[in-house]
């Protein structure tokens, strides 16, 4: 019980950071589906270059944030030399993949569709190399139980972030019109879609000299075995997450290229929009996933290690249900986030909860490969899983447009998922409750089906009120079930027999 009251612990800190911080950065969906029209297509292609960027993180990190916690918690490795090896190792890769772009700018961008934007591709490729560089000092703060600087420094770069995007696309714009000769020496409205790449660039950039304690006070030194024996571990890691990263983003990248319409930028856009509704899920499997990967890996020498990981299997599920729930209850308040003409795609938003939930069992099955160091496993489902994505969306998406980008999220996740379970009970048996998320699951189904007809049959408001008496009827079962209100820090006492 102490374990997990430390897991929630960080749990509650780094998703502080990341809800707080993703609902600061929801900010930015009004302001860019309000100035960038749907028609425009601008914010479709905020999403499909922002896609590129979240696989190309995974390939420039190759694995080396969960290398470097198992590394630096094996007793027979030195933390503070696998720490310096591994910073050296992808702080080289980084500029190497810099100058690479730059060198070939050209060929890059008219292949990616952007010959008359090639800024957009630099600025891209420059952003997601600093990122990769900075995700192993993260990780350092992470392994060194500093959850405190690491949600300030998210927190910082979120902050900056929306006040420049505030600035640029709302403040001078309108002082562009009653001034255009001075403003315009700041600030060019035909950038459009342009700035949000600028300004993340340079807030990247800003946070990295944050780091000047994780980058001195030691000697840098580049253990060429220890790389070799790291490598061995972390590749098929890069190949987990390439793929992992496909499951999410593929859709968006293969889109422009299968989708025949001329409204190709419009309908990304909108389905990019939406799916921003849905990542309230995502907030909990990243703020779980900060947490979790130490917790795992420090406590992987106890000899009750699998029966708490099966009870943290069960919270997750609990939780992320009940998220879900809350999400469909509040559609017709969340909806409000992105603008008018984008409100077409809010159809995809509980398919892309439920992909995403999918995954987040799937990151919480994957632990029984990286604990017995066979991370080949993880190559081989996430690898299956991405092919499976990929072949719906090539063969649906053409028919049926976006909608198929979602349902093919859930054939992913759930191919991935599915095989890790079985396999994973083979080779690192764990005896998950079954029996009982199933109930929560079955609950969950029966409430979404009631929602679905309350928001079909009724106007907003009586329909809020009934979803949020639903609600309260599956929370009241996990206070029933396995949160007693006797047995909750602080207001505990006050339920007490």
Not at 188 to 209: E, K, M, R
Not at 435 to 458: C, P, R, T, W
């Amino acid at each position: 019980m102490a374990n997990l009251k430390s897991l929630a612990k960080d749990t509650a800190i780094y998703g502080m950071s990341s809800i707080v911080g993703r609902f600061l950065n929801y900010l930015l969906v009004p302001i860019y589906t309000a100035k960038l029209s749907a028609a425009s297509g601008g914010y479709g292609v905020i999403t499909n270059l922002y896609a590129y960027t979240a696989l190309l993180l995974v390939i420039l990190t190759y694995g080396m944030e969960t290398t470097f916690f198992r590394y630096a918690n094996k007793s027979d490795e030195d933390p503070t030399k696998v720490y310096s090896t591994i910073l050296l190792s992808v702080g080289f890769t980084s500029l190497l993949f810099i100058a690479l772009v730059l060198i070939f700018i050209s060929p890059i961008s008219s292949f990616m569709g952007y010959s008359d934007h090639p800024s957009y591709v630099w600025v891209m490729a420059m952003t997601v190399a600093l990122d990769a560089f900075q995700c192993i000092p993260f990780a350092y703060l992470r392994y060194k139980k500093r959850p405190i600087k690491f949600a300030a420094l998210k927190l910082l770069f979120i902050v900056m972030n929306i006040l420049l995007n505030v600035i640029f696309f709302i403040v001078l714009p309108v002082m562009y019109k009653s001034n255009p000769d001075v403003i315009g020496k700041i600030y060019d409205p035909t950038v459009g879609a342009g700035y949000a790449f600028y300004i993340n660039l340079f807030c990247t950039g800003s946070i990295t000299f944050c780091f000047y304690k994780e980058f001195t006070g030691f000697k840098y030194v580049f253990d060429k075995a220890l790389m070799k024996r790291m490598m061995s571990y972390s590749w098929p890691i890069l190949v987990l997450g390439i793929a992992g990263i496909l499951n999410q983003t593929a859709d968006r990248i293969l889109f422009p290229y299968i989708y025949k319409n001329s409204d190709v930028n419009t309908q990304l856009g909108i389905y990019g929009a939406a799916s921003k509704i849905a990542m309230i899920m995502a907030l909990i499997t990243q703020a779980f996933r900060y947490a979790y990967e130490p917790f795992v890996f420090g406590k992987a020498r106890e000899n009750n290690n699998k029966e708490t990981y099966a009870k943290v299997m069960k919270y997750f599920v609990i939780f992320t249900l009940f998220a879900y729930l809350m999400v469909i209850g509040y559609m017709d308040i969340l909806k409000f986030i992105i603008g008018r003409d984008y409100w077409d795609g809010l159809r995809v938003v509980p398919i892309v909860m439920i992909g995403t939930i999918m995954y987040g069992i799937y990151f919480n099955l994957s632990f029984w490969y990286k604990l017995i160091d066979k991370t080949i496993w993880g190559a081989y489902f996430s690898g299956v899983g991405c092919t499976v994505l990929i072949i719906s969306n090539i063969i649906f998406v053409p028919r049926y447009g976006y909608m198929a980008c979602a349902w093919s999220g859930v054939t992913g996740y759930g191919t991935a998922m599915i095989l890790s379970y079985f396999v994973g009970q083979k080779m690192y048996r764990i005896n998950y409750p079954l029996g009982e998320m199933a109930k929560y699951l079955g609950l969950a189904i029966v409430l979404n089906v009631a929602m679905s007809f309350v928001n079909d049959g009724l106007s907003n408001i009586p329909a809020i009120l009934i979803n949020t008496l639903l609600i309260l009827i599956f929370a009241a079962y996990i206070v029933k079930k396995d949160f007693p209100l006797n047995t909750l820090p602080v207001i505990g006492k006050y339920f007490k027999k």
